[in-house]
């Protein structure tokens, strides 16, 4: 029900939800339409009019670590009603949306929907469409329409590369920008790894937007997936703000970074785990 939201609208239901932390064997005070363990272990009963309760146990950070989502799908009537009790042996942390925010779930998913639907008239094929949904996940895309999604969509190369094969090399030409979509892969300059970049992740921008030769090398660390844009459609498609997104990410990188050199500019949330903060490194304004 959640697939097709934009980053606003999952932040929209997020709102609507609030995080309860259950002691050992402590039962939730409230019934809920729809829960999400984020942390721990809990037993919960879902109960729908004329159905048997299902019971279950959910757990934080595993798949099917929630319960609700079907009958938030299907069910025109909210007709059901969720009891969560954390296990006895350890604690739970939950995220808890009541009953009385499903026809405002349902209102943000429907709306998405018919975008949904209207977008696949528009680009036609299914695997247009994944791609494009792909690339909206990527953080330096998100703020891209859907005809700019879909003209970057269209000039991407599929390329697999196997468990220790080459991207490209330390000083080799730069004529590619890669967008990792499944695997790893593992930068490296002369014999020091740098780090690790995963899915969602892209690589090779520097020597394009610097028209340099590639500053370190790239290899895959498993089998990988990667979608592979020339410098010509680059230069077409990205500008402006991308541009500004990715100079700065290279700054950070080059950025020695330590907490006494960086100064918040302001929080941008909270949350179970702990505070987010928008930080500015105090010589190189880099944030």
């Known amino acids: 029900i959640f697939s097709h939201l934009y980053v606003e609208e999952v932040d929209a239901v997020a709102a609507l939800g609030h995080l309860v932390n259950l002691s050992a064997g402590e039962e939730l005070k409230e019934e809920a339409a729809f829960v999400v363990c984020l942390r721990g272990e809990a037993e919960a009963s879902l109960k729908c009019d004329g159905v048997a309760p299902d019971v279950r146990v959910i757990s934080g950070g595993f798949p099917g670590g929630h319960v609700g989502a079907l009958q938030l799908e299907k069910h025109k009537t909210a007709d059901w009603t969720i009891s969560v009790r954390a296990q006895q042996s350890q604690q739970a942390c939950l995220a808890v949306w009541p009953c ?39 953080t330096v895309f998100r703020t891209l329409c859907d005809s700019q999604l ?13 468990t220790g094969g080459v991207v490209f ?43 340099d030769v590639r500053s370190a090398t790239v290899a895959a660390e498993e089998d990988s997936e990667l979608w592979r844009l020339d410098r010509t459609n680059f230069v077409q498609i990205f500008h402006g703000p991308i541009l500004d997104y990715m100079k700065d ?13 960086l100064a918040c500019n302001r929080v941008v949330g909270r949350g179970g785990f702990g505070v987010v903060k928008m930080v500015q490194h105090k010589e190189t304004k880099t944030r």
């Open 249 to 261: 990410r290279i700054a950070f990188q080059d950025t020695r970074v330590s907490l006494t050199s």
């Open 169 to 211: 090399k330390q000083g080799d030409v730069a004529n590619d920008f890669f967008i990792i979509r499944r695997g790893s892969v593992v930068i490296t300059i002369g014999d020091k790894r740098i780090r690790s970049c995963g899915v969602g992740d892209y690589i090779g921008e520097r020597a394009l937007l610097f028209s």
């Open 150 to 162: 879909t003209s970057l969509a269209a000039a991407l190369e599929i390329v697999r590369v196997a």
């Open 100 to 138: 009385a925010t499903v026809e405002n779930i349902r209102r943000l998913a429907k709306l998405s929907d018919v975008r949904h639907e209207r977008r696949s008239a528009f680009l036609g094929t299914a695997d247009d469409l994944e791609m494009v949904s792909t690339l909206r996940k990527v």
